[in-house]
C-alpha cells in the first residue's frame, strides 16, 4: 500500500525556520508531482508549493515565495520544504499530496498525507 509520511512539524517563533519532509513509500507509487498544501483553523485547505519529478521544476504560492524552498530527492521518493522566516499566518496543518497528472489542485491529488501541525508564535 503506497503511503506519505511527513514529519517536521512543531513549534516556532516568527521569523524562524522548520523542515518538514515527506516520504513515499510502497512499491507502486507514482507520481507526476509532489508537494504541500496546508489548512488553517477555520479555513479552506490551500496550495503551498509543489515539486516536478521529471525536471524539478517548482511552483509555490505567492503568500511562500522567496520564504519557503522544496526540493526532491528521487532515489528516496522524497520531498523537503524548508521554510524560513515564517509568519504567524503560516500556522496550520501542512499536508504532503501527490497527483499522477499536471495538475496539482485538491481535485487532482489522489494520494495525501495525515499532515504535520506547524504553529508560529508571534
Known amino acids: 500500500q503506497v503511503q506519505l509520511v511527513e514529519s517536521g512539524g512543531g513549534l516556532v517563533q516568527a521569523g524562524g525556520s522548520l523542515k518538514l519532509s515527506c516520504a513515499a513509500s510502497?512499491?507502486?507509487?507514482?507520481?507526476?508531482?509532489m508537494g504541500w498544501f496546508r489548512q488553517a483553523p477555520g479555513k479552506e485547505r490551500e496550495f503551498v508549493a509543489n515539486i516536478r519529478w521529471i525536471d524539478g521544476n517548482t511552483k509555490y504560492a505567492d503568500s511562500v515565495k522567496s520564504r519557503f524552498t522544496i526540493f526532491k530527492d528521487s532515489v528516496k521518493n522524497m520531498v523537503l520544504l524548508y521554510m524560513n522566516y515564517l509568519k504567524p499566518e503560516d500556522t496550520g496543518v501542512y499536508y504532503c499530496?501527490?497527483?499522477?497528472?499536471?495538475?496539482?489542485?485538491?481535485?487532482?491529488?489522489?494520494?495525501w498525507g495525515n499532515g504535520t501541525l506547524v504553529t508560529v508564535s508571534s
Open positions: 510502497g512499491p507502486t507509487f507514482s507520481s507526476y508531482r
Open positions: 499530496a501527490s497527483s499522477r497528472t499536471t495538475f496539482f489542485t485538491l481535485d487532482s491529488v489522489d494520494l
